[in-house]
């Protein structure tokens, strides 16, 4: 059974960083894409990020291009996403999830998820 575990979420003020986590169990985690979406209330899940098993390709939503960064580190099976300059907008529930290999900006593309972690930027 894969488990995914995410942390760092938090209460933010626009213009602020926040560094989430992702901890994969077992033999999981490497050899596979990871992303991260987020989904707002009343919203579609939405993708952020991805990164290749190797972390030499990395994929971001426009919205968050130049802010965001998706690092990975196979030794500890841990997905980062480091966040800066926040804004209100990014409010969400952030989920990783690992790909299924194909294509990887869409929730269906993704087989196995995390509960979330909420972020909440204030203005």
């Known amino acids: 059974q894969v488990q995914l575990v995410e942390s760092g979420g938090g209460l933010v003020q626009a213009g602020g960083s926040l560094r989430l986590s992702c901890v994969a169990s077992g033999r999981t985690f490497n050899g596979f894409r990871m992303g991260w979406f987020r989904q707002a209330p009343g919203k579609e899940r939405q993708f952020v990020a991805a990164i290749s098993p190797s972390a030499i390709n990395a994929f971001y939503a426009d919205s968050v291009k130049g802010r965001f960064t998706i690092s990975r580190d196979n030794a500890k099976n841990t997905v980062y996403l480091q966040m800066n300059s926040l804004k209100p907008e990014d409010t969400a529930v952030y989920y990783c999830?690992?790909?299924?290999?194909?294509?990887?900006?869409?929730?269906?593309?993704?087989?196995?998820w995390g509960q979330g972690t909420q972020v909440t930027v204030s203005s």
């Open positions: 999830a690992r790909n299924r290999g194909l294509a990887w900006s869409k929730p269906e593309d993704y087989d196995y």
